[in-house]
């Protein structure tokens, strides 16, 4: 027989393997339910720490009881999630940064989650508000690699939400992602726009190309 | 006119049974106890399958071993309830090794894809011309195959949204053709930004928390779960498995050897497309569910 068709039956018997998560069988894909892209988030807070990892320290909490070290796969509360804190180089904590974490807005009894934010060091760990944060990203995962309209407008609107309009005034000083300035929309592929002063209207910038294949680009504007 | 018959060499759980004795060097008698009267006859051409291993879904692993022509066929006993026959067969070849779960997806009488040994599980069945050739010829319809096995190790959530692309974005007519290397094409597509990319990502997650921070043991355990915290899904664990993909992936050059297999000029493939052309599409739900 072909050897060629042990190799598919090798190679289908892994991906089975793959395509299910080890422990909940639920499906493992970068784009599941066309808004669930929690590897992809998970992928660029990795990458957002390791750069940061060179200005600052990172430290990792683990969360605690049945949560400890589990992040969540949507929006959820913050309680007993794990997260991670940015201290500087003489250990004192500046900004807790959390994944997916439940934020009360400013108006009204909502919340929005986005998939990272940078939360004050005295930031509660059960049920922040905007007022505990400074700034949000958002990680979007396209098959077609491009940013739709909807997406960009959600991540806008959460901006308004959270009243995060002045989050450039954040100093971040990041190593590689120097650029990036702010609240930032993050995708594998290309971003919604390359029209800076549009996106400067909503207060964010846009990282594109940010995967592991490519090399990301940073569109923003840049103060006068 | 030539019958075809795959006799089954193995343990049945029916009262069919045989024995099978050499009484030369080329030629071998069975006994055959059926509770019906057979219509094999002298010159029929026969295979025969053996149970092998188990395979995957703890499903029975069948190989075609032997086949050849039916020499003789006798009716030595009958009773009430059982027919008792004596065969003389002469074997052609007794070197055949092929595999029922290699070559299920290039037969017709295949439909079962998770069980496919249930179709063989009988001591005789009666084979059509074409799936006997090809058993013996061990020829494979290679796009149908490649497309079945990879079709079918999905679970279903991702299956559902596979052939939602095949039927809305394909401009293929799902229901009518069985444009296989068109199917493929969407289907390496599929696996390869949805599922692979998922994997490139985890295992890059998982290099960079080793990377950043010194408790090994805790970061091991770093994974996903739902809101109550509970199902917890690990990272090290699905990037290892992964890693493991991608090795089998990159050593048998998967998706590069498969389009040198599937040349549209290829006689006995060309064949293989008119004879399954009418056949439907190797597709099962399989046993991962509910929507994922």
């Known amino acids: 027989m072909d050897p060629f068709i042990s190799a598919i039956k090798n190679y289908a018997e892994e991906l089975k393997n ?121 990680a979007k995962y396209s098959e077609s690699k491009e940013v739709s309209k909807g997406s960009y407008n959600d ?41 800076v002063n549009y996106i400067s209207d909503d207060a964010l910038c846009e990282m594109e190309y940010f995967n592991e294949e490519d090399d990301f680009n940073i569109i923003v504007k840049k103060d006068e | 006119m030539v019958n075809y018959v795959c006799f089954n060499k193995g343990n049945g759980k029916r009262i069919d049974y045989h024995f099978w004795n050499s009484i030369s060097e080329n030629k071998y008698e069975m006994e055959l106890v059926t509770t019906n009267e057979v219509g094999i006859k002298a010159g029929d051409k026969y295979v025969i ?43 052609g070849d007794f070197n055949l090794t092929v595999l029922l779960t290699d070559i299920m997806y290039s037969l017709k ?18 084979l059509e011309e074409d799936d006997y050739n090809t058993i013996v010829s061990g020829n494979i319809f290679f796009a149908r195959t490649v497309f079945g096995h990879i079709f079918n190790a999905l ?44 994997g490139i990502f985890l295992i890059a997650s998982k290099r960079i928390l080793n990377e950043l921070f010194e408790n090994k043991d805790e970061i091991a355990k770093i994974g996903f779960a739902d809101k109550e915290g509970k199902r917890a899904d690990l990272i090290s664990v699905q990037s290892a498995r992964f890693e493991k993909l991608f090795a089998v992936s990159r050593e048998n050059n998967i998706w590069q050897t498969m389009s040198s297999k599937m040349k549209p000029e290829d006689k006995i493939q060309q064949l293989f497309n008119k004879r399954f052309a009418n056949i439907d599409w190797p597709i099962t739900r399989g046993m991962y569910g509910p929507i994922y």
Not at chain 1, 38 to 53: K, P, S, V, W
């Open chain 2, 155 to 198: 679970p279903v959530y991702h299956k559902q949204q596979y052939l939602i692309e095949l039927i809305e974005n394909s401009g293929m007519n799902f229901f009518e053709n069985r444009d296989y290397l068109g199917a493929i094409e969407l289907l390496k597509n599929y696996v390869e930004t949805v599922i692979e990319q998922a």
């Open chain 1, 18 to 138: 793959c395509a299910v998560w080890h422990n909940s069988r639920e499906a493992v894909g970068c784009a599941l339910d066309s808004e669930n892209y929690y590897i992809y988030e998970f992928y660029c807070l990795m990458r957002l720490l390791n750069d940061l990892n060179i200005n600052y320290s990172i430290k990792y909490e683990a969360g605690k009881d049945d949560k400890r070290n589990k992040f969540p796969k949507g929006p959820a509360p913050k309680k007993d999630r794990p997260y991670f804190k940015l201290l500087d180089k003489n250990g004192a904590l500046l900004y807790q940064i959390c994944a997916g974490t439940e934020i009360k807005v400013k108006a009204g009894e909502k919340t929005d989650s986005p998939d990272i934010s940078f939360q004050l060091a005295e930031s509660p760990l059960d049920e922040p508000s905007y007022e505990h944060v400074k700034l949000i990203m958002d």
């Open chain 2, 49 to 91: 399958c053996e149970s092998k291993s188990y395979f995957y879904n703890d499903s029975k692993e069948y190989e075609f071993t032997v086949h050849g022509t039916i020499e003789n066929i006798k009716l030595i006993q009958k009773d009430d309830k059982l027919f008792k026959y004596m065969l003389i067969l002469d074997v």
């Open chain 2, 109 to 126: 009488s295949v439909y079962n894809y998770e069980k496919p040994y249930l179709h063989f599980n009988r001591y005789y069945r009666y």
């Open chain 1, 155 to 195: 991540f806008a609107m959460m901006i308004k939400k959270l009243d995060l309009e002045n989050a450039k005034i954040i100093n971040i000083k990041y190593d590689k992602l120097s650029g990036v300035i702010g609240n930032c929309l993050i995708s594998n592929g290309k971003a919604y726009t390359d029209d």
